[in-house]
C-alpha cells in the first residue's frame, strides 16, 4: 500500500489493532515535519545500552543526555522519537506531549567479546504506558542463534501483555 494522509484508515482500521493503538499510530503519523503525508521519519536512538556511547555519538558528547536526544528530533521535525525505557523515561514528563515515543524494550551490549545477539528485556508496556508512550518495540537479530528465543519472549511481553 502506498502512503497517504488516510494511511491509517485505508490499511489499519481493517486489522485487530485497538483503538489506543490506532490512536497513537495517527498521532504518530500526524507528528512532525511529514504529518499527514503518510509517511514518518523516526529518530532511533540506542546509544549506551547496545551500541555504547563511543561507537554512537563519540564525537557528540552532548547527546548523550535525554533531553538532547528529544530536542533533536524535535528541531528534525521528527514524527517521533525511539530510544530506551531509561533515556525516555528520564524525559518523559518533559516531552511526552510534544512528540510520539517509540519505546524499544529490549537491548544487548557490545563489551562481551566475542559479540552476541541475545537481547535482555528491560521493560514492560505497562512502564511504556505510564510514561506516556505511543508505541513499543523490540530488537530481533534475524538469522541468530537466539532470534526464535526473542521472537516468543518479544510476543509474550508485547501482545499477551498488550491484550487489556
Do not use: W
Not at 535525554?66 to 514524527?79: K, M, R, T
Not at 537481547?119 to 505511543?134: E, K, R, S, Y
Amino acid at each position: 500500500m502506498l502512503p497517504g494522509p488516510d494511511f491509517v484508515d485505508r490499511v489499519v482500521s481493517g486489522t485487530d489493532r485497538s483503538p489506543r493503538v490506532m490512536r497513537n499510530l495517527q498521532s504518530l503519523f500526524d507528528h512532525g515535519r511529514l504529518a499527514g503525508t503518510g509517511y514518518v521519519s523516526i529518530l532511533p536512538v540506542g546509544q549506551g545500552i547496545e551500541h555504547s556511547a563511543a561507537s554512537a555519538f563519540g564525537p557528540n558528547p552532548r547527546y548523550l543526555y535525554p533531553a538532547n536526544i528529544v530536542g533533536l528530533s524535535l528541531d528534525g521535525g521528527c514524527n517521533a522519537v525511539a530510544g530506551t525505557l531509561g533515556v525516555l523515561g528520564a524525559v518523559s514528563r518533559r516531552y511526552a506531549h510534544r512528540i510520539p515515543f517509540i519505546v524499544s524494550l529490549n537491548h544487548k551490549e557490545l563489551l562481551t567479546y566475542p559479540n552476541h545477539y541475545d537481547q535482555i528485556m528491560f521493560g514492560d508496556v505497562q512502564q511504556c504506558f505510564d510514561l506516556g508512550a505511543a508505541g513499543a518495540g523490540a530488537t530481533v537479530y534475524f538469522g541468530s542463534e537466539e532470534s526464535d528465543s526473542r521472537l516468543r519472549e518479544t510476543s509474550e511481553v508485547l501482545v499477551v501483555r498488550n491484550s487489556g
